[in-house]
């Protein structure tokens, strides 16, 4: 049974980067699905940012696509998002999710890591 | 971006009571409509894909219908561990977007 698990900072100062890692277990993300990062906020809700194929192409949400960057790390099974001159409208729970299909079906989440932006 | 409309935004009901709640997407999105649960300081949990696909280990009192533009998400006979909020998600063009959430308390 796949698991995913979020890491990183739990603040973040206004215009610095916010970076995340997901550790994957259960499953070898070098073999298949899309892997990606969705945020929640009580403001805006759910949204989705960024996935990235088990080849390592990568689609960004055009809101985000100037600020964020996707990346896999196949030797550490590890999911990495980085999103760069935060604000506090960056502030929300963010989560790693697994994309089994084309169509966007989020079968898999991590348990969602709360990042603040402020100084 | 499509839009996502989820009716009503809370209900209440009691256990053993059947509920709909009613999702519309502002253009058709086919059968690409995705529900999730969720509650208080967990993750989403995937219900229903395409429609009415009944996810793994899903209890098939949920039950989805609806194509096009507009969809349906029935829960019968409420158990106490169903009051949560309840969210679409369309999945037919990018970016993926997502209701603003039913939530679905005991009354």
């Known amino acids: 049974q796949v698991q995913l698990k979020e890491s990183g900072p739990g603040l973040v100062k206004p215009s610095e980067t916010l970076s995340l890692n997901c550790d994957v277990s259960?499953?070898?993300?070098?073999?298949?699905?899309?892997w990606g990062w969705i945020r929640q906020s009580p403001g805006k809700g759910f949204e989705f940012m960024a996935s990235v194929f088990h080849t390592g192409s990568t689609y960004y949400n055009p809101s985000l696509k100037s600020r964020i960057t996707l990346s896999l790390d196949t030797s550490k099974n590890q999911v990495s998002l980085r999103l760069n001159s935060v604000t506090a409208a960056d502030t929300a729970i963010y989560y790693c999710v697994r994309d089994r299909g084309s169509s966007a079906i989020f079968d898999s989440w991590g348990q969602g890591t709360l990042v603040t932006v402020s100084s | 971006d499509i839009q996502m409309t989820q009716s009503p935004s809370s209900l209440s009901a009691s256990v053993g009571d059947r509920v709909t709640i009613t999702c519309r997407a502002s253009?058709?999105?086919?059968?690409?409509l995705n529900w999730f649960q969720q509650k208080p300081g967990q993750a989403p949990k995937l219900l229903i894909y395409?429609?009415?696909r009944l996810e793994s280990g899903v209890p098939p009192r949920f039950s989805g219908r609806g194509s096009g533009r507009d969809f349906t998400l029935t829960i019968s006979n409420l158990q106490p561990e169903d009051f949560a909020t309840y969210y679409c998600?369309?999945?037919?063009?990018?970016?993926?977007?997502f209701g603003q959430g039913t939530r679905l308390d005991i009354k």
């Open positions: 998600q369309q999945g037919d063009s990018t970016p993926a977007t």
């Open positions: 259960g499953f070898s993300i070098s073999t298949g699905h899309y």
């Open positions: 395409g429609a009415s």
């Open positions: 253009q058709s999105i086919t059968k690409f």
